[in-house]
């Protein structure tokens, strides 16, 4: 039986208020009953989290002042009354002037003892997906740590050999040739380097300790103003009492250095001026698996790198971070494969949600464990 099945069986067999009312504030999922006419008459704490409207405010509401006109959500409500059953679907948009949520999955039930109520469910369907692109990208990961270790074997040494050879050349070839001795060189310096960047998908175990993520992204900030994003403007908009991250300083700012990076790189097509925006904040609640154990690890930090270029190809979105996949002419495709291992390896999570003028990287990671603190781990 759902938590919403349970809730409306005890208002139906008439079970004592004060007992309704707290299952009713201690449901997780964001929960709101409205009434014949749409309008709500209750919600719970998730729910005014979930709209950021207190429960008094959406009481002067109506279902129809949070949501479009065509709604799939309206005519779900609808349903639920016409056939008094209990409907659930996913991947809703909801969108208004007050609210604007993708990726939200409803269940919304008939309320027996209130002809016309309807309790409604919300939650967010894109934290399931998420987890199971984190279980892909870990699996796609493998397989390129595993076609690493082959390459860096079977190809480093010949490629050597290679190289050499045409370094001899250059200087015992007449100009036309040496041209040609030094586009080999140069190629097999090419392979080379995609080869060393393959062989860091490697299954390393990760060193860390307590980082200050605000430290982080203000070096990333300051690398990228003085180079790749020097006439773009970032903007930082931090949460100051965070604790810190249980991480490794320099491969988290090899995260966020290639994640604004990329963003530089879209906001350069953009028709207006670049901006880069680099957010964190405190969002409990998300939980994923962890690369060690299997177990469930709590990754409340989040780091959000957004920017306003032109957004994501939707066919290009869904495998972002599969290795070889890239929207650049003559990119590699291991960046973002990179980013979204490493981030695995912290037991953390990416994810990304992408449309014309706005494309944002969202990056939740573990909290340092104050248990674990000792002589060796300080704050960096």
């Known amino acids: 039986m759902s938590v919403l099945a349970a809730f409306a069986r005890a208002r139906a067999t008439a079970a004592p208020a004060p007992d309704a009312a707290a299952m009713f504030a201690a449901v997780p999922a964001a929960c709101a009953l409205i009434d014949r006419d749409n309008r709500f008459r209750a919600a719970n704490p ?24 065509d709604s799939a959500l309206l005519s779900i409500v609808e349903q639920v009354r016409a056939q008094d059953v209990t409907i659930a679907e996913r991947d809703l948009t909801l969108e208004s002037a007050r609210l604007s949520r993708r990726g939200v999955a ?47 074997h079977e190809v480093k040494n010949p490629l050597s050999g290679i190289r050499g050879a045409a370094q001899l050349l250059e200087n015992s070839v ?7 001795a030094v586009l080999i060189r140069e ?23 307590a980082v200050n993520i605000h430290r982080v992204l203000e070096h990333v900030r300051r690398l990228a103003q003085t180079g790749f994003a020097a006439d773009m403007r970032v903007t930082e908009l931090y949460d100051p009492s965070l604790p810190p991250v249980w991480g490794n300083r320099d491969q988290l700012v090899q995260v966020f250095l290639n994640l ?41 930090l989040v780091v959000t790198v957004r920017d306003n270029g032109p957004g994501i190809p939707p066919d290009v979105e869904k495998n972002l971070f599969d ?36 494309t944002e990287f969202r990056v939740f990671l573990p909290l340092f464990p104050e248990e674990t603190e000792g002589p060796a781990a300080g704050v960096r």
Request: avoid cysteine; charge should be negative; hydrophobic fraction near 45%.
């Open 46 to 69: 998730a729910a005014e989290a979930f709209f950021g409207i207190s429960a008094a405010q959406l009481r002067h509401l109506t279902l129809g002042d949070l949501v479009q006109a």
């Open 106 to 152: 409803v269940q919304a039930s008939p309320m027996p003892e209130e002809p016309g109520g309807v309790m409604l469910a919300f939650s967010d369907w894109s934290a399931a997906r998420a987890l199971d692109r984190q279980l892909n990208f870990r699996h796609a990961a493998r397989s390129v740590a595993g076609m690493a270790a082959i390459l860096a």
């Open 174 to 180: 007449t100009e036309p040739d040496r041209e040609l």
């Open 187 to 209: 190629e097999a310096d090419r392979i080379h380097a995609l080869v060393d960047r393959m062989e860091m998908f490697g299954e390393k175990p990760v060193e860390r300790g």
């Open 260 to 300: 604004v990076k990329n963003a530089a790189e879209a906001v350069s097509d953009a028709p207006e001026v670049g901006e880069i925006t680099l957010t964190t904040a405190y969002q409990p609640g998300m939980r994923v698996l962890s690369p060690r154990d299997g177990g469930r690890v709590n990754v409340p």
């Open 323 to 358: 290795p070889f996949v890239s929207t650049k002419a003559g990119g590699s495709g291991l960046g973002l494969a990179l980013v979204a291992k490493i981030v695995g390896d912290h037991g953390g999570l990416i994810e990304v949600d992408s449309r014309e003028g706005r």
